[in-house]
């Protein structure tokens, strides 16, 4: 009996540190994964303004030749026009290119 009694003095540390261990490591593993999270969120966001960006840009270049300038625009680029002010507005693109969009849909069409 007395072996037992030991076993539990020996046993109780033991485990308290093992458990210790456990809760460190998990709780260093939750760290690493927000911090891969936060990397993540920050890239994807920055991905998809870079995106937005490169779509509004697009839509002013049209604008400029075809509402500007006022040359013909043809059908297949009204499309065009249309399918990147879709994209632009699923990336939360704003009323400024709205109103290009508006105005390109509007343009004299003429051409191809």
């Known amino acids: ?9 020996v046993a109780a540390p033991v485990m308290t540190a093992v458990i210790g261990a456990l809760a460190g490591s998990l709780r260093e593993s939750r760290a690493r994964v927000r911090r891969h999270d936060e990397a993540r969120d ?19 270049k049209m604008h400029k030749r075809y509402v500007v300038e006022g040359a013909p625009m043809p059908y297949d680029e009204k499309e ?27 343009a004299y069409v003429g051409g191809r």
Not at 1 to 9: R, V
Not at 47 to 55: D, H, V
Not at 89 to 105: C, K, Q, S, V
């Open 1 to 9: 009996m007395e072996w037992l009694q030991a076993a539990g003095w």
């Open 42 to 60: 920050a890239e994807h966001a920055a991905l998809m303004a870079g995106m937005r960006e490169l779509m509004r840009d697009q839509l002013q």
């Open 80 to 106: 065009r026009a249309d399918s990147v002010y879709r994209v632009y507005h699923a990336l939360g693109g704003n009323g400024t290119g709205t109103h290009i969009h508006d105005e390109l849909m509007a």
